[in-house]
């Protein structure tokens, strides 16, 4: 397959690489230079010596099951693999000797002699390893007589499975015929094909770390099985990462994209565009049309693995619902009318401007997108900074980390986690507070599983059992399943066992923290009020529990917090990360590989969002609007003024335009009335408004209070940059033209020069110019450089030319580390007879963020629809069964939605996902949110549960509602 964008060289190397002091050897007679522990195949590959393998490959240890790469060593007896055999300095090794010629051709001849020679009607056809394995070792013929296990000779020779005659030979059933395992959506499993390389079972246990694999039966009736006897792969505990389907070398495990259009003949790499993982692919193509993503293995946030999202879960780019034409309407009671993009932007342009001169300037507004570039994210804001002439933009990296931003800033002196995602490799004690990367950040959580594997312990602070408590070879050494809300007792707790205890590394705190202030945080956090006993009350952690995990962290060597949106969206979101933040500076686990305090980030450019200036009150860079020399920059590029006054967060939006002050809204790539909280105050203030604009892929729920609807281009349609939750900037190519006509950044341009900007960039390159021109730590940042090196982590600069892998190495970036004072405090959100239980909410593996995208492809076979997850206890004094229809009710709100009863959560806490617009799990959820960001507290929700018969009211209005709002008539 010829590629269209590779940097780099894409080979097979056999086996993985390895780190050590030099070893020199001469293989072929070629002197060969490779780092001790290397294998004599991966030394010959660096050599450019291919020798033949079936059971190897660089992504999994060596196995050496299939005698194929056999070579010759002098002094040594025998034909070692050469996979498994490491190199020695001096060794000699003859990779092609007529000895190993014959072992290797004997060898294919038993290969083949168990495999149909269906090959050009195989789907592997032009990919097989084991077509070109025959090849390279000069088969032309097979002695043996063709086993019967998978299939049956007959007339002509050996045929596939698939074959009416192997089924059926000589007029009776076959009982060795095995059916092709299609169950699930993505690939099959075609037993007959299967050379028992074991590649998948071990890309299942050493990359993945599900262990769902294994090879069943003996001699000619071994072949690879998902769970039990009675299981097909749908049905197993598969994941569908796809690293099997990737490792394996024969049709065995295919795609079914490939079966049905063929083998792709070029590659576009690129980055996925679900979660903050930031995982590199490269999209192989026949001509325009997608065929498969294949994670690539230099991407350095994913080292070649990938989840179901990111490798299958694509298909929603070109879904029947995707609208492509721009559209729009007088009122949300009209049905949306289909028109030119002419018409669209002046319609837009013109009702924009309306309102501005009827309510005032700052009467319209901007929420940018955490799913779009950040070439796309800078235009928005600055939409609505040189256009507009106000600070009222928001983005819904707001409503899930911007308590980070806070937390981090204020501690450290910036807005972003410290390490990057190797460093995970080195670490000795890895806390994961608040997240469950297992299913919101699944290809990290798989290298985190491989060190829990390899020895490092885990402690969980979760309310709930999340998988990474106890799964395949893993278990956490703690479990702190506290109460909903009480984030910062628990770390205090455990703060205060580290200082009391004296268990804090006094020379890292000296130098490289403010001594004094580290004394007062001692007054303070020494108290008893903080101690494990005196809040086990409260959070209903055991105190001894605590105290054991407190020890683990902060005496097992090097430490790493990884935590999520169960820290940020809380009353007390930025205190909790300032709480972590001290942890860490506490046990010096700052500046170095294994440590360090690491987001991991919802959405694929979150990070990228708060760092083009979304929010209303930074610029680009997380610079203030009230300096002005920051405004000056800005003026000097943009040629107007900035506005020195705060503008406008998505509540004061929504409040405003209640009131009658917030009229108009250009809203890109965001879907506000699903994913933000308490909806029916969302859908009272986009109500009120007179223009919102709709950027986005679909009519989402937001659409339906929009006058304009603009049409967005996918990922895989335009070209720009994401950053990821390491500040890993990864480039967003082209690889198709877009199929509305323009990339998002175009639209947003004609948008503005509709309204009489006067913008003329013609790539984004141009854009991210402007972007390093205006933010010092994306200084160094150009197309040119990204090309070059894959990807580079900011700040990027001057003074970190090729970027920053791991931050405040020597210092931190504000000078000295700031303790802070964490007090709790209690969240108004209380629980009371009425409503007794605290509901929190997440994320499963298969869906996410709002669903628009993964609904909207075959991964609803596995989460149709969302469910509350409620414990044994809490449903027998409810009288509820399994699957039964439950009404959720809250303060705010109610819905309906059915039941699994399961003992993940504790009594007294109810757990549901928000993926579905059906539900609308936020109609239940408050307006409460975080004291410094006003980051909503969605992870507790005071609620009841009461056995129901169907949808709300609300929800059969609110279906109504929106089948209404969504008419189309097409342009004449």
């Known amino acids: 397959m010829k590629d269209f964008i590779i940097p780099w060289n894409d080979a097979d190397m056999g086996t993985p690489a390895r780190q050590g002091a030099p070893v020199t050897l001469s293989i072929d007679g070629f002197a060969v230079t490779v780092p001790e522990g290397t294998s004599v195949m991966r030394a010959a590959a660096e050599a450019g010596i291919s020798v033949p393998k079936l059971c190897a490959t660089d992504s999994v240890e060596a196995f050496g099951s299939c005698r194929l790469c056999v070579v010759e060593i002098e002094g040594r007896r025998g034909t070692p693999a050469s996979c498994t055999t490491p190199v020695a300095e001096g060794m000699v090794v003859n990779t092609q000797s007529s000895k190993v010629r014959k072992i290797r051709k004997g060898v294919m001849e038993l290969y083949i002699s168990d495999h149909p020679l269906d090959c050009l009607t195989c789907s592997a056809n032009g990919d097989c390893e084991l077509q070109d394995m025959a090849g390279a070792v000069g088969l032309r013929g097979m002695r043996y007589e063709s086993g019967e296990n998978h299939y049956a000779p007959s007339l002509a020779g050996m045929l596939s499975k698939g074959d009416r005659r192997a089924r059926q030979p000589e007029g009776e059933a076959n009982p060795h015929y095995i059916p092709v395992d299609d169950s699930n959506p993505y690939f099959t499993y075609d037993p007959s094909k299967c050379i028992v390389c074991s590649r998948c079972v071990r890309a299942c246990e050493e990359v993945q770390g599900t262990f769902a694999l294994t090879i069943e039966g003996r001699g000619f009736d071994s072949r690879v099985s998902a769970g039990g006897p009675l299981d097909n792969f749908l049905a197993s505990d598969c994941v569908s990462c796809g690293a099997c389907v990737q490792a394996c070398p024969t049709a065995t495990l295919q795609e079914k994209s490939v079966a049905e259009m063929g083998t792709p003949d070029r590659s576009v790499v690129t980055t996925c565009a679900y979660c903050g993982v930031g995982c590199s692919f490269k999209a192989e193509l026949q001509g325009d049309e997608l065929v498969r993503m294949v994670p690539w293995k230099h991407g350095k946030a994913n080292r070649g693995h990938s989840c179901v999202k990111g490798r299958f879960a694509y298909g929603y780019t070109s879904h029947k619902d995707r609208i492509l034409n721009p559209m729009i309407r007088d009122s949300v009671n009209d049905p949306w009318q289909e028109v030119s993009w002419e018409e669209a932007l002046s319609f837009a342009a013109k009702r924009m401007r309306g309102l501005q001169e009827k309510y005032g300037q700052k009467s319209i507004g901007v929420i940018t997108s955490s799913r779009c570039t950040n070439e796309e994210t800078f235009l928005v804001q600055k939409l609505a900074r040189a256009v507009f002439g106000n600070n009222n933009t928001d983005t819904c990296a707001r409503v899930c980390h911007s308590p980070t931003g806070y937390g981090l800033g204020q501690t450290y002196g910036t807005s972003a986690g410290t390490q990057d995602f190797d460093s995970v490799e080195q670490t000795d004690v890895v806390v994961v507070i608040g997240a469950n990367p297992t299913d919101g950040h699944p290809v990290f959580a798989s290298r985190l599983k491989k060190r829990l594997r390899a020895g490092a312990k885990l402690i969980v602070i979760d309310p709930r059992r999340i998988d990474l408590v106890k799964s395949a070879h893993i278990q956490a050494a703690h479990h702190l399943p506290l109460k909903p809300g009480t984030n910062v007792a628990v770390v205090s707790a455990l703060a205060h066992v580290i200082v009391t205890e004296k268990l804090y590394d006094e020379a890292f705190i000296r130098s490289r923290c403010d001594w004094e202030e580290f004394a007062e945080y001692v007054d303070f956090i020494s108290a008893e009020r903080h101690s494990p006993e005196a809040t086990e009350a409260l959070t209903g952690v055991p105190a001894e529990t605590l105290r054991a995990a407190a020890r683990t962290y902060a005496g097992g060597g090097n430490g790493a917090i990884y935590y999520g949106l169960g820290v940020t969206e809380h009353s007390q979101g930025s205190t909790t990360v300032m709480g972590i933040a001290n942890l860490a500076m506490l046990t010096g686990n700052v500046g170095r590989p294994g440590v360090g305090v690491n987001p991991l980030r919802g959405q694929n450019n979150v990070q990228g969002s708060c760092d083009m200036g979304s929010f209303p009150h930074e610029l680009p860079g997380y610079r203030h609007v009230k300096g002005a020399e920051v405004r000056d920059v800005f003026k000097q590029a943009w040629g107007v003024e900035i506005d020195p006054e705060p503008g406008l967060r998505i509540p004061n939006m929504l409040d405003a335009a209640v009131d009658g002050t917030f009229k108009g809204l250009y809203c890109q790539g965001e879907d506000i009335l699903q ?137 931190f970036v504000r000078g000295k580390g700031r303790f802070m004072i964490t007090e709790y405090v209690a969240t108004d959100e209380k629980t009371g007879p009425r409503f007794p239980l605290l509901l929190t909410t997440g994320r499963i593996l298969s869906q996410y963020n709002v669903g628009a995208q993964t609904r909207r492809t075959a991964n609803s076979v596995w989460h149709e629809a969302d469910v509350l997850e409620v414990h044994p206890h809490d449903a027998e004094n409810r009288g509820l069964k399994d699957g039964d229809w439950v009404k959720l009710a809250s303060r705010s709100g109610e819905t309906t939605l059915r039941v699994k009863i399961t003992d993940r959560v504790s009594p007294g806490v109810v757990y549901t996902t928000f993926h579905h617009p059906d539900t609308q799990a936020n109609v239940i959820t408050t307006d409460f949110s975080d004291w410094a960001t006003n980051c909503p507290e969605y992870k507790v929700t005071a609620v009841q549960v009461s056995p129901s018969n169907g949808p709300t009211d609300w929800q059969e209005d609110y279906a109504a509602q929106a089948a209404r709002s969504r008419r189309i008539e097409a342009a004449e």
């Open 675 to 811: 994913s933000d909280p308490d909806t029916k105050h969302v859908v009272a203030g986009l109500a009120a408004m007179e223009c919102v604009i709709v950027h986005d892929l679909f009519l989402n729920e937001t659409a339906n209070y929009a006058h304009v609807f603009l049409p967005g281009s996918s990922f895989l349609e335009k070209d720009g940059t994401f950053t990821n939750a390491e500040r890993r900037i990864n480039r967003v190519r082209e690889v198709m033209k877009p199929r509305n006509g323009y990339a998002d950044w175009e639209v947003t341009q004609l948008l503005a020069n509709a309204m009489g900007a006067g913008w003329h960039y013609t790539h984004p390159a141009q854009i991210m110019e402007e972007i390093a021109a205006t933010t010092p730590s994306f200084a160094g940042v150009d197309y040119a450089l990204l090309e070059e090196k894959g990807s580079v982590q900011w700040p990027c600069n001057e003074a970190n030319p090729d970027g920053t892998p791991l931050m405040h190495v020597d210092g």
